[in-house]
């Protein structure tokens, strides 16, 4: 299986995991050291990483759909990333579009997410020029 596969079927395993609630289906393929930046937070450690979790279980409201799509990988010999949109419903945050990137290591043959990055478009478009 190319590493671009291998890298597509990865993410897509852990989104099914976060629809499932599924905590170490969440945490599989994440390095022990992962840095990840999730809606103004900064979590350094895979503990800290399983503990932001918490929150996003803390008040369903029904069935939670976790769907990334467009995804884009880009892999080297030993480095990754990798990109998409996700949509996600039934948290109490409601729906919700949000950016996933994600930077991968490959570490004994095997790759680990080691950076994980969600964010949201911005709605303040003063800065950004005219709307195309």
Known sequence: MSDERTIRDMI????????GNDRRGILANHSPDLL????PDIKKGIDAYDKQ???FY??????ISFVPRDL????????AFATCLVHCDGT???S???????????????????????????????FLGPAS
């Open 12 to 19: 897509g395993q852990w989104a099914r995991a976060v629809a």
């Open 36 to 39: 990840m930046y999730d809606f």
């Open 53 to 55: 979790w918490d929150f």
């Open 58 to 63: 803390l008040d369903p409201r029904g069935p």
């Open 72 to 79: 884009e990988v880009t892999a080297g010999d030993d480095v």
């Open 92 to 94: 109490s945050a409601g």
């Open 96 to 126: 919700l579009d949000f950016r996933l990137t994600t930077g991968l290591k490959k570490v004994d043959g095997e790759w680990l997410i080691v950076h994980e990055h969600h964010s949201v478009p911005t709605v303040e478009r003063r």
